[in-house]
């Protein structure tokens, strides 16, 4: 059972466009949502991040979109740019209790920024 | 630098033959996790340890064993048991009385069974 389902797989866009990336949740204990970016080779690192009390959070070119009650979040990136070329998950976790820092993660998404 | 190191970065197995990876960190992180990573796959939690002296199995655990014997190690042995032991590997460390679920990762060690 997939408790967190991302898509689309694969996303190429152009420099200075807009990067969409979705996923979908069903397990709604859930409360912390993280994006992490990874580089080929080298391990994830955390991009951004929302709980579900705030249905938007924005750093830099980066927005988090959440949708409680649809139990959906997406990542947009703005002005993608080539350095932007990387794969991102999304997850979620429990940051209490006997089940926090355990996250289920997304399949994952390559982004591939041309110039 | 504050951080998680794994150690060895590529590693190759003959099949039958039990191997382990090393996980250290000086974060001062109470949890530590291991996750395996494949192609086209997202993370799956393989052990975690949330203190020393505690670890409990994640959702892929058969054919791995962990200890916990110190707060700043947390190695994973991949044992000839597990089918198919080819995958990245990524160790990651929380900090358990921080106020967000943020993992902080290693660089990962890549095992190839020859």
């Known amino acids: 059972q997939q408790q967190v389902k991302q898509s689309p797989q694969s996303l190429i866009v152009q420099k200075g466009g807009i990067s969409i990336i979705n996923c979908a949740y069903e397990n ?5 949502f993280p994006w ?3 580089f080929p080779g080298k391990g994830p690192a955390l991009l951004i991040a929302i709980r579900p009390d705030v249905s938007e959070k924005k ?3 980066f927005t988090i979109s959440f949708n409680k009650s649809a139990k959906q979040f997406s990542l947009h990136i703005m002005d993608s740019q080539p350095g932007d070329s990387a794969t991102y998950f999304c997850a979620a976790s429990f940051p209490y209790g006997t089940n926090a820092g355990k996250s289920t993660f997304g399949d994952g998404t390559t982004l591939t920024v041309k110039p | 630098d504050g951080g998680i190191t794994q150690s060895p970065k590529y ?3 003959k099949e039958g033959q039990n191997v382990t990876l090393s ?5 001062n992180h109470d949890a530590m996790y291991w996750y395996r990573q494949d192609p086209g796959q997202g993370l799956r939690l393989i052990y975690y340890s949330q203190i020393v002296n ?3 199995k994640g959702d892929i655990a058969e054919g791995y064993s962990v ?3 110190k707060k700043e190690s947390f190695p994973l042995t991949v044992t000839s048991a597990q089918k198919n032991p080819t995958a990245f590997y990524l160790c990651a460390s929380r900090s358990r009385g921080g106020l967000t ?3 902080f990762f290693g660089e990962g060690s890549r095992l190839t069974v020859l």
């Open chain 1, 28 to 32: 709604t204990a859930f409360d912390y």
């Open chain 1, 36 to 38: 992490y970016q990874q």
């Open chain 1, 59 to 61: 750093e830099g070119r």
């Open chain 2, 11 to 13: 590693l190759f197995r």
């Open chain 2, 23 to 27: 996980c250290e960190q000086n974060l």
């Open chain 2, 54 to 56: 505690d670890f409990q």
């Open chain 2, 67 to 69: 200890s916990r014997e």
């Open chain 2, 101 to 103: 679920g943020e993992l």
